[in-house]
């Protein structure tokens, strides 16, 4: 383990890290691992997970190919999870799908795809990993919002902002109840991150438009804003609860 990542104390945690086949989730499952994090993995990508696990090195890290639309299956990974390794510390909820379609286009089937990805999985790995962290009077929940459920979404997002804007409030509901059980609780804000996600759909004239907006004059990296999520997760963070945070290189400034 590098020397500077030591001040994290994330040596020995255990973490789950959902979206980890590509983008945030992954790059945020590759620094917990360097951290000393004995990270479980979670895409319904089975071979870009799997691809994930394998770069990170080390033993102890596991790949689980999960679909977290299934509320069965989010209580299933953690219950699987904390009895393979005895506990669960750390649950970063990164997964999230995004198809960019005008607000008229959304019928029934994507309202639900979308809510039931972004949001329902959220809540439901949330419940069960503060009920598998509650014994030990210690853990660390992080979830990832946007800064579309800020304002409302961008470009072909209106539903997908939506399902953030609902993360960033449940985060708080879920920080003033798992507080008192030494439970942290917090949302990352992403802002225009280069990721294959954040490129769906979206033209050159529209990325650069985005760019533009943006003080530091580019898009961010996943590493960047991953290192957001990790921090959260950190013992650095120990006394901080319900909060978003925005990586976004000053686009909003809420």
């Known amino acids: ?5 030591k001040i994290l104390g994330l040596e020995g945690r255990v973490a789950i890290v959902t979206g980890a086949a590509s983008g945030i989730g992954k790059a945020a499952a590759e620094i917990m691992a360097a951290a000393g994090a004995r990270v479980t993995a979670v895409d319904v990508n089975a071979d870009g997970v799997k691809a ?18 299934d509320i069965a299956a989010c209580d299933a990974l953690v219950t699987r999870t904390a009895k393979r390794e005895g506990r669960l510390d750390c649950l970063l909820n990164i997964a999230a799908t995004l ?7 959304v019928d029934e089937a994507e309202w639900d795809r979308l809510m039931n990805v972004n949001l329902r999985s959220q809540f439901f790995l949330c419940r069960a990993a503060g009920e598998a962290m509650k014994p030990r009077k210690w853990g660390r929940i992080v979830n990832c919002s ?3 459920g800020l304002v409302g979404g961008f470009v072909g997002a209106t539903a997908y ?3 953030k804007a609902g993360i960033m409030t449940m985060t708080k509901s879920f920080a003033k109840d798992l507080g008192p059980h ?10 225009a ?12 004239e529209t990325l650069e438009n985005a760019r533009s ?7 961010g990296l996943a590493a960047e804003c991953a290192r957001g999520a990790v921090f959260l997760a950190s013992d650095l963070a120990s006394y901080v609860n319900g909060h978003i945070l925005a990586v976004d290189g000053g686009f909003l400034m809420r």
């Open 1 to 5: 383990m590098s020397p500077d990542l």
């Open 161 to 163: 902002a939506i399902t």
């Open 182 to 191: 030494g439970i942290t609780v917090n949302t990352l804000s992403p802002g």
């Open 52 to 69: 994930t696990v394998a770069g990170m090195g080390g033993a102890g890290h596991v790949a689980e190919v999960v679909d977290l639309s």
């Open 99 to 105: 198809r960019r379609i005008d607000m008229e286009q």
């Open 146 to 148: 946007s800064g579309a």
């Open 193 to 204: 991150i280069d990721t294959p996600m954040q490129r769906t759909g979206m033209t050159k």
């Open 213 to 219: 907006r943006i003080p530091l004059g580019r898009m």
